[in-house]
């Protein structure tokens, strides 16, 4: 019974706590910038702070004061509670493990008849392969490779190709396939700006990756510009915004994806200010330090952790 409270208890918290973070983070962010970094941490901030109340303060404090022959039974409310959230936390797994699937399974068959190539400013592998799609992407969370279409490599020209390349290192740099894997572990949630929160994180995205790419100058935002308007011409006729390749849906980011059109990020790259252009990957280690030592000073006070089981007995009498 002691350890099937505990469970049950856990998966209720998370599941509360993320019904009330979730609307939270949304009213806030209607009112805030609204980057890449900061719609990624909207999106991952509920999830991350319940789980992180579940394992640094509710089970510390269930261990110590939760007798281990304990007659409290589960009740049917708890008990329900409890099975949603479980459910809910399988569906993002299993959502996760697909989204792995297919991109190994795409990378696969993109490998195969590929080759190793260089581009210009790319640190990470490089791969040229025949794909009726103008493909720039890159695939991959921990290795990340590039892969370029031979029709796009003959369409653009050596200065276009490195400043779409340098695009495509800004997303390496974010980490964007990371966050992507990340984003697939949460439900969608409500809209910002008018759109589901994670297209609008990969519309975000694209713009720093614009942004990253076009520091060098205003040479490098005609350059991108150029690469874009011509990827855009290359696309199939039946493949647009509304109905995107099949491999935008994976673990990639790829230099045309998104809903924003081609017109609006073109007018938005020759608009940016490459001396204003801000590092891209958020720095939480600067926090690491501060929030060790609130988690230190909480373990080591027991009325501290007493009071937090008596939030957990009143949750839990809540629902039985």
Known sequence: MFLWLGLSTSLALLLAGYLVLAPLMWMISRRLERGANFLFAVRIAPATLAAAFVVFVSWPSFLVFEPRVNEEAVGWKLAVVAAIAAAGVAWSVIRLVRACVATNRVTREWSRHAEATQLEGVTIPTYRFDHEFPVM???????????????????????????????????????????????????????????????????ASDRAADAFAVRAGARAALDLASALVKTARLTPPEISAARPPRFQSLMMQSLVSGEAGVAGRVQEILAVDSHRVAPRRARFNLLALPIAALLIGFWSSTATLHAAHEVLERFVHLLT
């Open 137 to 203: 992407a890159v695939a991959g969370v921990f290795r990340p490779r590039l892969f370029i279409a031979n029709k796009l490599l003959r369409a653009l020209t050596p200065e276009e190709l490195a400043a779409a390349a340098a695009h495509e290192m800004g997303h390496v740099t974010a980490r964007d396939n990371l966050r992507r894997a990340l984003l697939f572990l949460l439900p969608d949630g409500p809209a910002i700006l008018g759109r589901p929160s994670t297209s609008a994180w990969t519309e």
